[in-house]
């Protein structure tokens, strides 16, 4: 996969050459004057899921920032794809956005729906979702190369847990083509059975986000090999990234907004302002910290790039591990 280098938050003077206009509240500014009052955040995530939550806490603080109401409005249903459709016919002018996530990408390569991820413009990446491979804490491997050559000792018979996501399946079949390993990626829609299979010894090794593994971590009953980052972790500074031990692999995982095609700039620029000021406040920097995101912003001209980059990349992915011609 190709590194890509995500952009820091900046601060909004430099970035956007704009300057606060009032105060929201004790924590934040208002930014700027909306064109509307009212703002819709569409997302397929259930109500009470992580994704959802993340979002409500974004809105939350993002609404204090720039004095909007942010509404979130949950569409299940069709791996995002009823959620896609409808915001793909809201009306371009900044009342209504899409909360991204790879998963309106991967729907979009897999079910082929009437309109998919290209049909929405993306607006603004804001998060990263680290992925890290780990093993259990009494586990003979110390780095990713001992867990490789257990590997090779075991030939054949090596097993290594993943999501079902095509990120993380492909990430790890992409390590062991790489490294020339003869394993199977077992794949499993239940996080905690990935977990759970890693520290009877089933899985040698196993991959997840750092905020599904911080419990096991605490309890000392894992020990992470590696960050599936460009660069290491501040939560996990002493944990050395998948490049820096040589295997050329990350998982980017992606937290942002995309819109109906055709919003006018001032609309966006607003947005941008937002997004940078409201990352660099404390309060919210203190919450997303605690959930394991990372800032990873990207401006619209970024993003776009960024997403048609990464839609090339997951299908090459998911081509290569079967679950696409």
């Known amino acids: 996969m190709t590194i890509c280098k995500f952009i820091q938050p900046l601060t909004l003077a430099f970035a956007l050459g704009l300057t606060a206009i009032g105060v929201a509240d004790a924590q934040a500014r208002v930014i700027g004057p909306y064109p509307h009052s009212r703002v819709t955040l569409v997302t397929e995530a259930k109500p009470g899921d992580r994704d959802d939550l993340l979002l409500r806490d974004l809105a939350k603080f993002l609404g204090s920032t720039m004095g909007v109401s942010f509404e979130v409005k949950n569409m299940a249903g069709a791996s995002g794809a009823a959620a896609m459709a409808y915001v793909s016919k809201a009306p371009p002018d900044g009342s209504v956005f899409y909360a991204t996530t790879p998963t309106y990408i991967q729907t979009s390569i897999m079910s082929k729906p009437e309109i998919g991820y290209d049909a929405l413009e993306p607006i603004a990446n804001?998060?990263?979702?680290?992925?890290?491979?780990?093993?259990r804490a009494d586990s003979p491997s110390k780095s990713l190369k001992e867990a490789f050559e257990q590997a090779r000792k075991n030939s054949g018979k090596s097993k290594w847990g993943a999501g079902t996501s095509p990120l993380e399946r492909g990430a790890l079949e992409q390590i062991a083509r790489k490294e020339?390993?003869?394993?199977?990626?077992?794949?499993?829609?239940?996080?905690?059975?990935?977990?759970?299979?890693?520290?009877?010894?089933?899985?040698?090794?196993?991959?997840?986000?750092?905020?599904?593994v911080e419990a096991l971590?605490?309890?000392?009953?894992?020990?992470?090999?590696?960050?599936?980052?460009?660069?290491?972790?501040p939560?996990?500074?002493?944990?050395?990234?998948?490049?820096?031990?040589?295997?050329?692999?990350?998982?980017?995982?992606?937290?942002?907004?995309?819109?109906p095609r055709g919003i006018p700039s001032p609309a966006i620029v607003r947005i941008e302002s937002g997004l940078t000021h409201v990352l660099e406040t404390e309060a919210y920097r203190s919450a997303y910290s605690k959930s394991g995101l990372l800032p990873?912003?990207?401006?619209?001209a970024e993003v776009n790039n960024f997403i048609a980059d990464f839609a090339r990349e997951l299908t090459v992915s998911m081509k290569e591990i079967g679950l696409i011609k």
Request: proline share 4%; no cysteine; charged share 20%.
């Open 235 to 259: 939560s996990l500074p002493d944990v050395p990234t998948t490049h820096e031990q040589g295997v050329n692999v990350i998982v980017r995982k992606f937290r942002g907004l995309a819109g």
């Open 180 to 212: 020339n390993l003869k394993i199977t990626v077992v794949p499993n829609m239940d996080r905690a059975n990935i977990m759970s299979n890693v520290l009877k010894g089933t899985f040698e090794i196993g991959i997840g986000e750092v905020h599904e």
């Open 126 to 135: 804001v998060f990263q979702d680290p992925e890290v491979i780990f093993t």
């Open 217 to 233: 971590l605490q309890a000392g009953k894992i020990r992470i090999l590696a960050t599936l980052t460009q660069n290491r972790l």
């Open 296 to 300: 990873a912003y990207m401006v619209r």
